[in-house]
């Protein structure tokens, strides 16, 4: 019996289906999901959310959120999502590329909110490069 798996944000669903295995990056790591899980619930960090269908592996770049594992159904509610058939690979290189330089220049100010927006624009440009790969 395959899982259902939703992937919502606020302005759209992003993936709602069967997957026989999904791979969530939680906040404490990554974090399997099989048919059968015990039911939890759990923070998911800024990463790559893998899904298998059959022997097909597909890949959603996530930007934060929540998980939540009941009785076969994953329900996936996130702040952003992005499929990797969506993501141009060049031009998210670029941006990762463009971001690592922006956050290095803060290497001298630890506290400054800048540098905070610079290290999570880092994050969301490497989940979406991951995604791709």
């Given at each position: 019996?395959?899982?259902?798996?939703r992937v919502?944000?606020?302005?759209?669903?992003?993936?709602?289906?069967?997957?026989?295995?999904?791979?969530?990056?939680?906040?404490?790591?990554?974090?399997?999901?099989?048919?059968?899980?015990?039911?939890?619930?759990?923070?998911?960090?800024?990463?790559?959310?893998?899904?298998?269908?059959?022997?097909?592996?597909?890949?959603?770049a996530l930007?934060?959120?929540?998980?939540?594992?009941?009785?076969?159904?994953?329900?996936?509610?996130?702040?952003?999502?992005?499929?990797?058939?969506?993501?141009?690979?060049?031009?998210?290189?670029?941006?990762?590329?463009?971001?690592?330089?922006?956050?290095?220049?803060?290497?001298?100010?630890?506290?400054?909110?800048?540098?905070?927006?610079?290290?999570?624009?880092?994050?969301?440009?490497?989940?979406?490069?991951?995604?791709?790969?």
């Amino acid at each position: 019996m395959p899982l259902t798996l939703r992937v919502l944000c606020p302005d759209q669903s992003v993936f709602d289906g069967s997957a026989d295995e999904v791979i969530l990056p939680s906040t404490s790591g990554q974090m399997g999901v099989l048919p059968g899980h015990i039911s939890l619930l759990t923070a998911l960090d800024v990463g790559v959310l893998r899904l298998r269908e059959g022997s097909k592996w597909t890949s959603i770049a996530l930007m934060g959120g929540f998980a939540e594992v009941e009785a076969n159904e994953v329900n996936v509610l996130v702040n952003g999502a992005e499929p990797a058939s969506s993501i141009d690979a060049n031009t998210v290189q670029a941006e990762l590329d463009a971001a690592q330089q922006v956050a290095s220049g803060f290497e001298t100010k630890p506290n400054s909110p800048e540098k905070f927006k610079a290290q999570q624009a880092l994050l969301r440009a490497k989940a979406r490069v991951q995604a791709v790969k």
